[in-house]
């Protein structure tokens, strides 16, 4: 899988996000798990995820809070969120 760097807004990137219990916090959460240069290799990701995820729920050890997103990382998202673009 061609991952890349979540933070680099210099080129069009795509993450899976996954919302689970952080015991940490002690509550739900989004988590990045992967950025990839590539649509393809995201779906892949969330396929496996929503399927694992689904596995669990059938056993009774997921909540049913916990979930998987992508999310298409445009360029220069970071700067025209805090006014730069």
């Known amino acids: 899988m061609a991952e890349v760097d ?3 807004k ?3 990137s795509y993450s899976v996000r996954h919302h ?3 015991p940490e916090t002690k509550h ?3 988590f990045n798990l992967k950025t990839f240069d590539n649509e393809t290799e995201m779906d892949q990701l969330m396929t496996q ?3 694992e995820i689904e596995g669990r729920r059938l056993i009774g050890k997921a909540s049913a809070k916990e979930q998987v ?3 298409i990382n445009e360029l220069g998202t970071e700067r025209a969120h805090q ?3």
Do not use: L, V
Request: charged share 35%; aromatic share 20%; glycine share 14%.
């Open 20 to 22: 689970k219990f952080d």
């Open 10 to 12: 210099t080129k069009i």
């Open 83 to 85: 006014g730069g673009i």
């Open 49 to 51: 995820m929503f399927e």
């Open 69 to 71: 997103a992508g999310r």
């Open 6 to 8: 979540p933070s680099d």
């Open 28 to 30: 739900f959460r989004w």
